[in-house]
Structures are given as structure tokens and as C-alpha cells.
């Protein structure tokens, strides 16, 4: 098969080349899919970058990726099962995560094939696209992992998300609405338009209007979601009801944010470590949801049209260092897809 190959951390241009390789053997609680669509996202460059370098020590590898392909996020067609796999069977169509870890290490989602345990995925919707189911694994474990839950939310309730034309920001917006939320996207103008269609109640250009300087009943918050990452807490206070969250999703701008060894991360831990002290942040928590369920309720989200994906471009396996260096400009509006068979 063919596949991107990654030796060593770097630019993407420098350390990704197209290969042929060996179609991967599947364990036996995995299954062999045929790649239809794989999608390009935040945490794919900071583990082909190896930055911040922490994300070496956090499952990546050490001195060089632990798998040697890149991609993570994937939707395909099922052409062999091992022995234990219970959940599918050849010629399923499935969308999920190559992997059964969290999101720092290497998939081998850019590939004609991937091997892929089980429990990471989920049948594909009929009337999603492999495009469009490809292009939400990754950003809506993300978004649903740190949104309150559903029991939290009462009809009307004010939400702003902060980054709202990203990924993550352009899921949550979604989830929002359809949990019966009155829903703020903050991003930049070109993608004011992309949340409107997306159901955003009001938008706003954070270059033309600081929100966090809002002073009607209005514009006060029951939840501030910063996907983004540029707010500060104290700002955000100004604009929170008295039970109103703040939750920061930790974005560090493809390492323009923070150190190289730890990025953003040591003021992620510090808003953890304020948490039981400051009632507009969310109580600590260590349960995850399984990878499994997560999957199946984005496909739920999927199949009602609840969630729409928007697509922006989509580039050959070849192309794959392009689709990076596209992401990482910032100049699309939409998710970015690879389709290896392309």
C-alpha cells in the first residue's frame, strides 16, 4: 500500500514522505479498514512536529515516532477482522480513531489501509459523506470530553464559543444548539458567515469587538467556551453569570503559544489547580468516556443532521505536507481531508 512515512520530528515538508509499505495485520480486537478519507488536525502536526516536545514523553515516542504514519481521524470501508472483533464485519462502512490512545501519537490514518481497534469505531452514517464522517473523530472527542454534560443544560441557556469556525469550535457550536443552547461564535470575519449557516445565534469578529466588555443582561454567559485559547479568566468574569463556566481547550496556535517543551500546558494545569477554589471553572474530573461511546453519539449527531460538516479542501496522500502547511496558515474555512485512493 501506499503510505506518508514520518522518520523524525520536524516540518512536515521536511519529515513526510509518500512510501510503499506493507499492508498492516490486524490484532485481534482490531480491523483492517481501506482509508476512504482521513482528515488533517492540530494534534497531527504536533506530533509530526514533536512540539511541545512533552508530547514525545506522552505517548508520541522518545527520539522519533513510536508509528512511523501519521493521521488519526478516518472513515473507510472494513476488509478484514481479527479473530476476537465482534462489532463488524468486511464491508461495513466505519468512521472513528485509528488509535486506542489519546490523541499525542501517530495513527497510521494516511494510508490506503489502517489497522484500527474496534472499540475506536463506530458505523458510518448512511447520509454522512467519508469526507464529512472523517473529519469529526478527533475535534469531537474534543468538544463532547469538555463540554458540560447534558444534564447541565437548560433551553435558552447563553453560550459563547471562542474559536467557533475551527474544528473543535464549529462542533461544539452544533452540540450547543441542539442541546437548546442561544449560541455566540466568536472568530474571524471570513468564517462569520460559516457560523451563521451553522445555527450561531449572534457572531462576532474578535478583531473589530472584545466581547468580554459587554455590559447588558444580554450579554452575560452560563458558558464561555474558549477554543481558541486567547482569554484570559479574569476577562472572562466580566461576562459570566454568577454559575457561569469558563473551560479553555488548551489550543497553543501550532506552537506560537508557550514554550517548545510544554507549550500551553502549564496554564491549562494551572486553571485545573484553581478549579475547586473558583466556582467559574469546571470541577476536576478524571472519567473519560470511552472512545467507543463517543464515537457512537457523534454518529447520532451525524445521522439526525444535528451535525453538518463542512468541508473546505481535500488533497492526494502525496499531498499531505501541503494539507498541513494549508491548516496550518489558518486560510480555509472548514475541515481539511486526505483521500488516499485519490
Given at each position: ?38 482528515s ?40 478484514a ?38 472499540d ?30 447534558e ?49 450561531a ?52 496556535h ?20 484553581r ?68
Amino acid at each position: 500500500m501506499k503510505a506518508i512515512v514520518q522518520t523524525r520530528y520536524g516540518p512536515p515538508e521536511e519529515v513526510l514522505e509518500l512510501r510503499e509499505l506493507d499492508t498492516p495485520a490486524v490484532a485481534d480486537d482490531e480491523v483492517l479498514v481501506r482509508v476512504c478519507a482521513a482528515s488533517v488536525h492540530p494534534d497531527v502536526w504536533h506530533v509530526v512536529a514533536g512540539r511541545p516536545r512533552v508530547v514525545r514523553l506522552m505517548g508520541a515516542g522518545l527520539r522519533k515516532p513510536k508509528v512511523a504514519v501519521p493521521g488519526t481521524d478516518l472513515a473507510g470501508v472494513v476488509e478484514a477482522v481479527g479473530k476476537g472483533v465482534t462489532r463488524f464485519a468486511v464491508g461495513d462502512r466505519v468512521f472513528g480513531e485509528s488509535h486506542r490512545k489519546m490523541q499525542w501519537c501517530n495513527g497510521g490514518a494516511f494510508a490506503q489501509f489502517a489497522a484500527a481497534p474496534q472499540d475506536s469505531l463506530a458505523p458510518k452514517p448512511a447520509g454522512a459523506s467519508f469526507d464529512e464522517a472523517a473529519s469529526v473523530p478527533t475535534a469531537g472527542y474534543i468538544a463532547l470530553l469538555n463540554l458540560p454534560a447534558e444534564t447541565a443544560w437548560v433551553k435558552g441557556c447563553n453560550v459563547l464559543i471562542n474559536g467557533a469556525g475551527g474544528g473543535v469550535g464549529s462542533i461544539a457550536l452544533q452540540v450547543a444548539k441542539a442541546r437548546g443552547a442561544t449560541v455566540t461564535g466568536v472568530d474571524c470575519a471570513r468564517k462569520l458567515e460559516l457560523l451563521r449557516t451553522l445555527g450561531a445565534d449572534r457572531v462576532i469578529d474578535y478583531r473589530r469587538e472584545d466581547f468580554t466588555q459587554g455590559d447588558g443582561d444580554d450579554e452575560r454567559y452560563d458558558l464561555i467556551f474558549d477554543v481558541a485559547s486567547t482569554l484570559s479568566l479574569k476577562a472572562c468574569k466580566r461576562v459570566l453569570k454568577p454559575k457561569g463556566l469558563y473551560v479553555m481547550i488548551g489550543h497553543d496556535h501550532f506552537g506560537d503559544v508557550g514554550g517548545r517543551t510544554f507549550g500551553g500546558l502549564p496554564h491549562f494545569f494551572g486553571l485545573v489547580a484553581r478549579a475547586p477554589f473558583d466556582r467559574h471553572l469546571p470541577p476536576l474530573s478524571f472519567a473519560v468516556p470511552p472512545k467507543r461511546e463517543v464515537m457512537a453519539r457523534l454518529g447520532a449527531l451525524l445521522e439526525s443532521g444535528q451535525l453538518t460538516p463542512v468541508i473546505d479542501r481535500t488533497f492526494g496522500l502525496a499531498e499531505v505536507p501541503e494539507a498541513m502547511r494549508y491548516m496550518q496558515a489558518g486560510g480555509g474555512v472548514g475541515r481539511i481531508i486526505i483521500q488516499p485512493w485519490a
